[in-house]
């Protein structure tokens, strides 16, 4: 049994009647145990034989076994958590605790939050043990304090590990929910049905690098995917937000990408101020539209991957989608001389943000000049600039190519995303339409036209 109390004689906090609530409300009305993996695991049980109870359950869940109390002590003898006799009477002792398990959401909140609070304790004591070793810079210590603490908040504790029946209940109760609301319930779509046909979606923790030549449009199409998603999110009822940070361009230069690409407003005409009545009348329209949608938009120059989560930490988790422009452009927490190593220090980092906010981190990035030296102008994954890591680190590589950038002859009113590197799924090419004038790329099906 754990101790009750720390070295200082406090109590620990620790329910024992809604951990037995818990395990009653289960045997009381075993399907009410598909409500519970989002809640809590067996880890978050403080006693023992309330965890191995828990386990038992999950056992006889994920074998479609029946769960009630002769099935539940039969394991329980069988795994020798309890002989016959003492199974036989604390199981009927959670068994009679509950009248119904109408509150077992409830109880289980309960286990949950006492759950937390010591994991809490846990990680002020290791942080507390940082600060006094001093064996890094303080605003890397102060950094490492904040992820612990706002991993907490998110309910994203760090756990030493995850037992695979925890894990399979909750891959089995994500499957189900996929099959009845469609794959978009656990992915982010890009918008263009073609590149979602191949990537189906992207994961929530995915992180995504858009690659080209400059010129290409990259910033355009990652624009492009962060409106769509944002319509999505409002459409949807929910106040997720994409969160852009844009390292090259400023805040009104971004924007106005936007602007021309949704007024579909020509982006020469924008920067002129040679508009039409016509066209003043698109562009107010688009801008009632944009001002409803939770776009965020950082400006700062090279910023860092601290300086990100810093800022992405105050959203809290009203953040949907992150997209950065570019790569290249970001400084690294660390004194790095060698730029490969500081590339993949930041390639590295990026990926372990996506885990942090589960969403999609989309970066865009610069290729090298090799697409020029060859007859075949198609960007492949050996021509990311700078460090091999980014290819290592991604979980979907996506090049652009216009064929018309190098050859004027060629239809200019279309592109191909180049699919090189997909975690989940299929590689390929995938031709959208794009619209140069308006700097938009459009998704084109098999009985449609280029745009002209």
């Known amino acids: 049994m754990p101790e009750l109390v720390d070295e200082f004689g406090r109590r620990m906090p620790f329910s024992l009647e809604a951990e037995q609530s818990v395990l009653g409300s289960i045997l009381i009305d075993p399907d009410s145990f598909t409500s519970l993996p989002q809640y809590l695991s067996a880890s978050d049980f403080y006693l023992e034989e309330h965890r191995q109870i828990y386990a038992a359950m999950q056992s006889l869940f994920l074998s479609n076994s029946s769960i009630d109390p002769i099935t539940l002590i039969d394991v329980l003898v069988k795994q020798g958590v309890y002989d016959e006799e003492k199974s036989k009477q604390y199981v009927r002792l959670i068994a009679d605790i509950v009248p119904s398990a109408e509150n077992i959401k409830e109880y289980a909140k309960i286990v949950r939050d006492k759950s937390k609070l010591r994991a809490l304790i846990t990680q002020c004591k290791e942080i507390t043990d940082n600060a006094f070793s001093a064996h890094d810079d303080a605003s890397i210590i102060i950094g490492d304090a904040e992820q612990r603490i706002f991993s907490l908040a998110q309910d994203n504790t760090q756990r030493s590990f995850a037992h695979i029946k925890d894990i399979l209940v909750n891959t089995i109760g994500q499957i189900k929910l996929v099959s009845t609301e469609g794959v978009g319930a656990m992915t982010v779509p890009t918008g263009f049905s073609g590149v979602d046909k191949l990537l189906v979606g992207m994961g929530k923790s995915d992180m995504v690098l858009i690659g080209a030549r400059p010129g290409m449009g990259k910033t355009s199409f990652a624009l492009n995917i962060a409106t769509m998603a944002a319509q999505r999110f409002r459409k949807e009822g929910s106040d997720k937000s994409v969160c852009v940070f844009s390292l090259e361009m400023s805040n009104e230069q971004l924007v106005q990408r936007v602007l021309a690409s949704e007024a579909m407003v020509d982006s020469t005409s924008l920067r002129s101020g040679q508009l039409t009545n016509e066209e003043w009348a698109k562009l107010a329209s688009t801008a009632s539209i944009l001002a409803d949608l939770n776009i965020l938009v950082d400006d700062t120059t090279g910023t ?149």
Request: glycine share 6%; hydrophobic share 35%; aromatic share 6%.
């Open 304 to 452: 860092t991957i601290t300086g990100m989560k810093a800022k992405l930490r105050r959203e809290k988790d009203k953040i949907g989608m992150i997209i950065i422009d570019y790569l290249q452009l970001m400084s690294s927490d660390r004194k790095i001389d060698n730029k490969v190593n500081e590339v993949a220090d930041i390639s590295r980092n990026l990926k372990i943000m996506a885990k942090e906010f589960n969403v999609p981190v989309i970066c865009l990035s610069q290729l090298s000049r090799g697409p020029e030296g060859r007859t075949d102008k198609k960007p492949m994954l050996s021509d990311l600039r700078d460090s091999g890591a980014i290819e290592q680190d991604a979980d979907i590589v996506m090049f652009l190519y216009r064929e018309e950038y190098y050859d004027k002859e060629k239809n200019a009113n279309t592109a191909k995303v180049i699919i090189a590197k997909n975690r989940h799924g299929g590689v390929g090419e995938v031709d959208v339409g794009w619209i140069g004038k308006f700097t938009k790329f459009t998704t084109l099906t098999d009985m449609e036209a280029p745009p002209v």
